[in-house]
Nanobody, 118 residues
């Protein structure tokens, strides 16, 4: 069983920065991808950024140039550096990890609140 522990959310003023962390532990065979999604009130959960096992990354258009995803493979930890934050970035941010062993397993973190005040 894989567990995810997220940290780093909080309240910040517009234009500020935050760094989210997500550490995976447990029975991890091979990680295919680690990423971040977010869900704002009344909206669907959306992909923010993803880091794939080959090293490629993808970002939502709304965060390109402001957010950076990175991974420490030795610690099975993924980070999301968020700069130039905007009020519309306010949401609960969820870490997501896809692992493969005998089957493909998707695991979600508990979520961390990010609030950007104007």
């Amino acid at each position: 069983q894989v567990e995810l522990v997220e940290s780093g959310g909080g309240l910040v003023q517009a234009g500020g920065s935050l760094r989210l962390s997500c550490a995976a532990s447990g029975r991890i065979f091979r990680i295919m991808s680690m990423g971040w999604h977010r869900q704002a009130p009344g909206k669907q959960r959306e992909l923010v950024a993803i880091f794939r096992s080959g090293g490629s990354t993808n970002y939502a258009d709304s965060v390109k140039g402001r957010f950076t995803i990175s991974r420490d493979g030795t610690k099975n930890t993924v980070y999301l550096e968020m700069n130039s934050l905007k009020p519309e970035d306010t949401a609960v941010y969820y870490c997501n990890v896809v692992t493969v062993g005998n089957s493909i397993v998707t695991v979600w973190g508990q979520g961390t609140q990010v609030t950007v005040s104007s």
